[in-house]
C-alpha cells in the first residue's frame, strides 16, 4: 500500500532502474545459504529456455497450488493459459546451470507436470 507521494515515486522509479538495479541476485548473495538455496525466486536467471517454457512462472504456480490442500481453481486455470507447460521440458538442465540459486529446475518441471496434468 502506498500512503505518501515519495512511495509512488519510490516504486515507479523501478520503471528506469538498470539492469544492475534490478538484479537482486546480487543482493539475496549476502543472505544466509540455508535462506534460499533450492528455492525458485522467480528471477528469471534461468531463462532462456530451449523449450520456450517460461519456468519462472511455471514456478510460481507450482509454489501456489502445493501450498493449499487442494490446487485453487485460479492458478490451474492460470497455468493453463500458458503458451509451454511443464511437461514440454526435455530435461536439458541448460537452464540449472544459470540458476544462481540451485533450483532443481527440470526435478520442478516434472513434478509440475504430474501436479497439474500437463
Do not use: W
Request: a negative charge; proline letters at 5%.
Amino acid at each position: 500500500m502506498y500512503d505518501t507521494k515519495e512511495q509512488i515515486d519510490e516504486a515507479v522509479a523501478y520503471e528506469t532502474a538498470s539492469t544492475e538495479e534490478k538484479d537482486y541476485a546480487s543482493v539475496i548473495a549476502n543472505a544466509p545459504l540455508h535462506s534460499y538455496k533450492g528455492e525458485c525466486t522467480y528471477c528469471g536467471h534461468c531463462k532462456p529456455c530451449v523449450s520456450k517454457l517460461d519456468i519462472a512462472m511455471i514456478n510460481k504456480y507450482y509454489d501456489l497450488a502445493v501450498m493449499q490442500p487442494q490446487i485453487p481453481a485460479t492458478v490451474q486455470s492460470h497455468y493453463e493459459l500458458l503458451e509451454h507447460k511443464a511437461s514440454e521440458c526435455i530435461g536439458c538442465h541448460a537452464c540449472e546451470s544459470r540458476c544462481p540459486f540451485d533450483v532443481p529446475i527440470a526435478e520442478r518441471m516434472e513434478n509440475a507436470a504430474k501436479l497439474f496434468g500437463c
